[in-house]
């Protein structure tokens, strides 16, 4: 006996059936047609994300030890030109053998321009004749703006707090290895700064950032500064000028500097 086959019934449910599988199958081609356009976008024409303005300006880099072609040089071995005391007058450090040399009770030293956002190479040398300790050894600074201090220390076999040995952000930013050379070796800060920026009412709009490599080795990566550099208390910040002068500090030690040149970032 043969069956009669059911005839084709439009129920509820079998129409569900038919407009989600519609659906799924418009996601699909949808899907498959962006897919489509990006393998075309990709095989276009490559001048299409081509940016040839502007033309980056040429600097040529220094041989060896020299600084690049757009840099300023601040201390060539030399003179102290462009140097002067703290509060004005010449500086009183002393020169000889290619470098500068804290003369203890002296003063701090100033550059008689003013920076802002820059790059900063300088060489500084901690006494070969160790005394002290701690940070009575081989102490100084250097002080972006005059306000932000990346402390100088002979940290070599030498332990003080973390957040005040050599290539610290003092008391705000450890370093994050301790590259220190021997006392008496001539060792190297290659920094990035990035001043503060300020709003008309004084409040802060973007806070300063060091970058910093210790005998070429990265110690600081991009660190925020909560403020200038205070000795006791907590950092804080109030509206300055976009420029200002870079300090080196006089601390009572007898601390040379050399080759120091400076790259103004706009």
């Given at each position: 006996m043969i069956e009669a086959t059911p005839a084709h019934t439009n129920s509820p449910s079998s129409a569900a059936t038919r407009g989600a599988s519609s659906r799924a199958g418009g996601v699909a081609a949808l899907w498959l047609?962006?897919?489509?356009?990006?393998?075309?976008?990709?095989?276009?024409d490559p001048e299409a994300t081509e940016v040839w303005e502007p033309e980056p300006p040429v600097v040529s880099p220094g041989e060896d030890s020299a600084p690049p072609s757009d840099a300023m040089v601040?201390?060539?071995?030399?003179?102290?030109?462009?140097?002067?005391?703290?509060?004005?007058?010449?500086?009183?450090?002393q020169v000889a053998d290619g470098a500068m040399t804290v003369v203890p009770g002296s003063g701090a030293i100033e550059t008689r321009a003013a920076f802002g956002d820059v790059q900063l190479h300088l060489e500084w040398r901690t006494p070969s004749d160790v005394r002290g300790e701690g940070q009575g050894r081989g102490n100084s600074g250097v002080?972006?703006?005059?306000?932000?201090?990346?402390?100088?220390l002979d940290s070599y076999q030498n332990r003080t707090y973390s957040n005040g040995q050599a290539a610290s952000v003092y008391k705000q930013h450890i370093p994050l290895v301790n590259a220190s050379r021997p006392p008496g070796a001539w060792q190297s800060y290659d920094l990035v700064f990035m001043a503060p920026r300020f709003r008309a009412d004084g409040s802060v709009e973007r806070k300063a950032t060091i970058t910093l490599l210790h005998n070429g080795v990265l110690v600081q990566n991009h660190v925020v500064l909560q403020g200038p550099t205070l000795y006791i208390g907590t950092p804080a910040y109030q509206a300055h000028e976009s420029a200002l002068p870079l300090m080196l500090q006089d601390h009572g030690n007898p601390v040379s500097f050399r080759n120091i040149w400076i790259r103004e970032l706009r």
């Open positions: 047609l962006g897919a489509i356009l990006l393998h075309a976008q990709e095989q276009g601040l201390f060539d071995g030399r003179e102290l030109d462009s140097w002067q005391s703290v509060g004005g007058g010449a500086a009183r450090w002080f972006l703006m005059g306000l932000y201090e990346v402390q100088v």
